[in-house]
Nanobody, 122 residues
Framework: QVQLVESGGGLVQAGGSLRLSCAASGSTFSRYFMGWFRQAPGKEREFVAAISWSGDLIKYADSLKGRFTISTDNAKNTVYLQMNSLKPEDTAVYYC???????????????WGQGTQVTVSS
């Protein structure tokens, strides 16, 4: 079992920055690969980034590469998503997820958090 809890969402102005956190727990969480996804109202869920706990494997959505950075802190059992130069179109609920297999860009992850709202104003 893996439990995931996102935090750090909120309201920011365009051009600002925000860091999301995903706290992982459970006896087997370290066996999983981690990912960030987002879903805006009326849109399908989209892949944002994925990472292994060691940081050796990293994948970003092409459209977000350069603005978003995914990282891990193993001591805190936490995955981060640093978001810079935020745009109104980044507004969405952001979810972290855990997958037993490395399939960046895939959507069939084994565990999901409840999500955290990110709203970017003009």
């Amino acid at each position: 079992q893996v439990q995931l809890v996102e935090s750090g969402g909120g309201l920011v102005q365009a051009g600002g920055s925000l860091r999301l956190s995903c706290a992982a727990s459970g006896s087997t969480f370290s066996r999983y690969f981690m990912g960030w996804f987002r879903q805006a109202p009326g849109k399908e869920r989209e892949f944002v980034a994925a990472i292994s706990w060691s940081g050796d494997l990293i994948k970003y959505a092409d459209s977000l590469k350069g603005r978003f950075t995914i990282s891990t802190d193993n001591a805190k059992n936490t995955v981060y998503l640093q978001m810079n130069s935020l745009k109104p179109e980044d507004t969405a609920v952001y979810y972290c997820a855990a997958d037993r297999r490395w399939r960046p860009g895939g959507y069939e992850y084994d565990y999901w958090g409840q999500g955290t709202q990110v709203t970017v104003s003009s």
